[in-house]
């Protein structure tokens, strides 16, 4: 690990300002302390936020507000999130191991960065590592990787589940800047393609600094999420999927569906949310629902399975939350 | 910086690239908690940390500071074990027992964990009582990998302290 000056913030804009001056800032530290070891990420300064006050979970409105500092564990636990908010508790669950969510924190999670080979491994070209110097997985081995909104630049996904059911809750992320201001971001919006800028994951300008979590009112109906992965527990997805689903009658009332493994963000459409919406369940309506998902997608030699995983997957979880059987 | 180990009071100062593993191992002395990956993927580094149990590889020793820390040797000792270290010999919950010490830290937290109702991805119903079924045990054990193999056995030590317990 490079040598690094470390400081405590005793204020959330002293932090932001810091941030903006090149600091990075940790709380659960179980990415950022990998990376750094690996020499992947090479800050000088680390500004320890652990001792803000950006814990909590509370009642905002008709929703509920998740501090940037509640742990991964807390937040599955929370009585709120099990009840009104299964599907999240759920991502949150399949996602890494008790110790590891232990540490992990909802803004630190956000900001979880790809688990690609090569952006993991210093000695191979990586654009987001190193803008520029190539992308090693476009004509590699690209189990992984992208098969929707990748570019020329970079075929990496992001690897997370939590923002995969915050994306579908259509949750916000509240974000300070280092003069005192306030913006909120949808989720939907938070991540980004890679398009020319793979070295940027998200939205986040230098020295924002995320404060917390909204989630809107409790949607009701039916939450599932559902993982696909190599082993049964501790893996990262090669497809997931959350969805929320309300019935009335024999009808889809509302859905929204968000996916993960397949792209540089959690994948959202809203023309599936439109299409499933007041229709009766089929297999033919979750076959175009899967067409609008993958009309773009793209395979690069070893991820091309992901393609028919995401839209079988993608059947099964609309077949349960309707109760269609196949 | 004052950090209470094993309820001993121990200071840190120092290089801040100390992860909280190589304090414990170089500078306290206490080498019962193991590093095997150094990368959290392993679980053999596993320490309590105020009760939680977190991977002592992916923390730093300054962020510690008045924190709670306890490690294998505040468990039990080898003229009084812990009724988990008692269970792991009689159920041959090891072979090298280098992740043993992790897998017991864990194996403790995780029967906090569920008494404080706290679910997992395998419980069915996220608003019940837990129990700690072989497969739930499997699920939340799956951060302690054991390269020998050991898991029924590990699992059987865990079932008969929970059935002590009842």
């Known amino acids: 690990m490079k040598p690094f000056e470390y400081v405590r913030a005793d204020g959330l804009t002293r932090a932001a300002q810091l941030a903006r001056a090149g600091a990075r800032p940790i709380a659960g530290g179980t990415n950022l302390l990998d990376l750094m070891k690996l020499?992947?990420?090479?800050?000088?300064?680390?500004?320890?936020?652990?001792?803000?006050?950006?814990?909590?979970?509370?009642?905002?409105?008709?929703?509920?507000?998740?501090?940037?500092?509640?742990?991964?564990?807390?937040?599955?636990?929370?009585?709120?999130?099990?009840?009104?908010?299964?599907?999240?508790?759920?991502?949150?669950l399949s996602a890494a191991t008790f110790q590891l969510r232990n540490k992990a924190t909802t803004a630190g999670n956000l900001c979880q960065r790809t688990r690609c080979y090569y952006f993991y491994n210093a000695d191979m070209p990586c654009n987001k590592r190193e803008p520029g110097s190539g992308c090693s997985a476009i004509d590699g081995y690209n189990r992984i990787h992208a098969v929707l909104g990748a570019s020329d630049q970079c075929i990496a996904t992001y690897p997370g589940d939590m923002a995969v059911a915050l994306c579908a809750l259509d949750a916000t992320v509240q974000i300070a800047d280092p003069d005192g201001g306030r913006r909120e971001v949808a989720v939907r919006a938070f991540h980004r393609l890679p398009g020319d800028r793979p070295e940027k994951d998200n939205v986040l300008e230098p020295g924002e600094v995320i404060t917390g979590v909204r989630l809107p009112a409790p949607a009701g109906g039916k939450q599932l999420y559902r993982k696909v992965r190599d082993r049964s527990s501790y893996a990262f997805a090669l497809v997931s999927i959350a969805a929320l689903v309300r019935m009335e009658g024999g009808t889809i009332a509302s859905a929204s569906l968000a996916f993960g493994g397949l792209a540089h963000k959690p994948w959202h459409d809203e023309r599936i949310d439109q299409l499933l919406a007041g229709k009766e369940p089929s297999d033919a309506l979750f076959d175009r629902a899967a067409d609008l998902l993958l009309e773009g997608a793209r395979g690069y030699g070893s991820n091309d399975f992901k393609i028919p995983m995401a839209r079988r997957t993608l059947k099964a979880v609309l077949r349960e939350a309707t109760g269609v059987s196949a | 910086m004052p950090l209470t180990i094993n309820e001993r009071e121990y200071e840190f100062e120092g290089d801040p690239r100390t992860s909280l593993l190589d304090f414990l191992r170089r500078d306290c002395g206490l080498t019962g908690t193991k590093k095997g990956c150094d990368h959290g993927q392993c679980g053999a580094c596993t320490v309590l940390v105020n009760g939680q149990r977190i991977n002592s590889c992916l923390t730093l020793a300054a962020m510690h500071d008045g924190d709670s820390i306890t490690t294998i040797e505040g468990l039990g000792t080898p003229t009084d074990m812990h009724p988990l270290q008692a269970a792991f010999v009689k159920h041959d919950g090891y072979q090298c027992g280098y992740c043993t010490p992790g897998q017991i830290c864990s194996a403790q937290a995780m029967i906090d964990e569920a008494a404080n109702g706290w679910p997992s991805f395998v419980s069915e119903d996220l608003a019940g009582t837990i129990s700690l079924t072989p497969e739930e045990i499997r699920e939340r054990m799956s951060g302690n990998l054991c390269r020998c193999g050991a898991y029924s056995n590990i699992v059987d030590a865990i079932l008969e302290v929970l059935e002590a317990r009842a």
């Open chain 1, 39 to 92: 020499q992947v990420e090479t800050p000088d300064r680390l500004v320890d936020v652990n001792r803000l006050p950006l814990g909590g979970i509370e009642a905002d409105g008709d929703g509920l507000r998740i501090g940037a500092l509640v742990s991964n564990s807390a937040c599955a636990a929370d009585e709120r999130v099990r009840r009104d908010y299964p599907v999240l508790a759920r991502a949150i």
